[in-house]
């Protein structure tokens, strides 16, 4: 679990999830087994790490999956909803 990491100027320690979101002024962070996210301003974060294959822009990230985001990271196999959606594009690329 928590194959993405986030810094922030808050904490000594990274912390790790299974999403990180990045919309407007704000980042949101997802533990896929938990029903709670973690809103964090972006002011606030230093860094974030993750695999390139986890990164997802725009369209890849639906209004459904906890509100959208302009890009993100997510591990998507942790998410069937994100992963149907993503599926649901790549079989409407011509």
Same mark, same amino acid.
């Given at each position: 679990?928590? =194959?993405?990491?986030?810094?922030?100027? =808050?904490?000594?320690?990274?912390?790790?999830? *299974?999403?990180?979101?990045?919309? *407007?002024?704000?980042?949101?962070?997802?533990?896929? !087994?938990? &029903?709670?996210?973690?809103?964090?301003?972006? %002011?606030?974060?230093?860094?974030? %790490?993750? *695999?390139?294959? &986890?990164?997802?822009?725009?369209?890849?990230?639906?209004? =459904?999956?906890?509100?959208?985001?302009?890009?993100?990271?997510? *591990?998507?196999?942790?998410?069937? %909803?994100?992963?149907?959606?993503?599926? !649901?594009?790549? =079989?409407?690329?011509?």
């Amino acid at each position: 679990m928590g =194959s993405i990491t986030l810094f922030t100027t =808050s904490e000594y320690e990274p912390q790790a999830f *299974d999403a990180v979101l990045f919309r *407007d002024r704000l980042v949101v962070c997802v533990h896929a !087994d938990e &029903d709670s996210v973690r809103l964090v301003p972006l %002011d606030k974060v230093n860094h974030v %790490d993750g *695999d390139a294959e &986890d990164v997802l822009v725009e369209t890849e990230i639906p209004e =459904s999956f906890y509100g959208g985001a302009e890009y993100g990271f997510a *591990d998507v196999e942790q998410f069937p %909803d994100l992963q149907a959606h993503l599926e !649901d594009i790549e =079989s409407e690329a011509y």
